[in-house]
């Protein structure tokens, strides 16, 4: 509660940067010349590594961490659309001990979480996809 920590390890991070960065070229340019903050063995650190992840984020409509910002602990996280249908203006992610709930156990229970969020939650789509030449 009231930490910071990196978006690119963060199911939170990973979810709204997917919203935003939407090619390999933008993401490269958000990282820009510092290297990404490893957490642990699973964190992304690559330009290429965290741009598959946002494309999966893109095409699933929820993004996951599976001990990437914290060895032990997997997240899931959604879009909250709270001010607009087409970009969100938060997440909300559900952490679990890897030991006690798998990160398959968050994402067999995607429509449960996004069922909670109601209104806030926009029915899954893809989201912005890059446009090809």
């Known amino acids: ?32 010349g510092a290297p990404l903050e490893r957490r642990t063995p699973q964190t992304l650190c690559t330009a290429e590594e965290l741009h598959r992840a946002l494309e999966a984020t893109r095409q699933r409509g929820y993004a996951v961490d599976d001990q990437e910002n914290e ?35 968050l994402v067999d229970a995607v429509e449960e979480i996004r069922a909670a969020l109601g209104p806030l939650s926009a029915p899954h789509r893809p989201v912005r996809t890059p446009r090809t030449p």
């Open 1 to 32: 509660m009231g930490g910071r920590n990196p978006a690119h390890a963060t199911s939170v991070g990973k979810v709204l940067l997917a919203h935003e960065l939407d090619t390999l070229d933008a993401v490269r340019q958000w990282i820009g």
């Open 71 to 105: 060895t032990g602990v997997n997240c899931l996280a959604l879009p909250v659309y709270a001010t607009s249908p087409a970009a969100p203006s938060g997440a909300v992610s559900v952490s679990a001990l890897t030991y006690r709930t798998p990160l398959r156990s």
